[in-house]
């Protein structure tokens, strides 16, 4: 069996306070001679979420990527769709992840037209938590 020595081992986090919380009172880990645990710590951005909304209900999120495309990557695009008619509810969500291009696809798209239709495009708000399901009247 070969020798091994306690290393430390430092997680991959994304906000500071999880970081210093972790090296606080992360244990020691187990490393081989020849086996190098190399771990980055990064601090990023977190995406832009936009709302499209007054979209045709022919709309894809392939539509939405090639008309966001142009302003910066693109992360996710997502059309919402109903469940029981399977077609689009005429809005959406795209992020980006990079804030200045985000804020000019949104100053570049608001108004424009798509499909004969004027979109709505601007920063999107938090979901609000669910309502408790109603009690049954019986």
């Excluded at 008309?67 to 992360?75: A, H, I, R």
């Excluded at 919402?80 to 509810?89: M, P, V």
């Excluded at 798209?109 to 669910?130: D, F, I």
Aim: glycine letters at 6%; charged letters at 25%.
């Amino acid at each position: 069996m070969r020798d091994r020595r306690t290393c430390p081992l430092i997680p991959v986090l994304s906000s500071p306070s999880l970081l210093h919380f972790a090296l606080a009172s992360f244990a020691s880990a187990y490393c081989s001679n020849d086996l190098a645990i190399v771990c980055t710590i990064s601090h990023k951005e977190p995406s832009v979420n936009i709302y499209v909304g007054n979209m045709a209900f022919t709309t894809t999120d392939h539509d939405l990527r090639q008309l966001f495309e142009p302003y910066g990557v693109v992360d996710e695009i997502r059309v919402i769709i109903d469940r029981d008619t399977g077609r689009s509810k005429g809005f959406g969500f795209v992020e980006m992840p990079d804030s200045t291009t985000a804020k000019a696809a949104m100053q570049g798209l608001q108004g424009k037209e798509l499909e004969g239709r004027t979109l709505t495009v601007n920063e999107a708000r938090p979901r609000e938590p669910r309502r408790e399901p109603r009690q049954a009247r019986w």
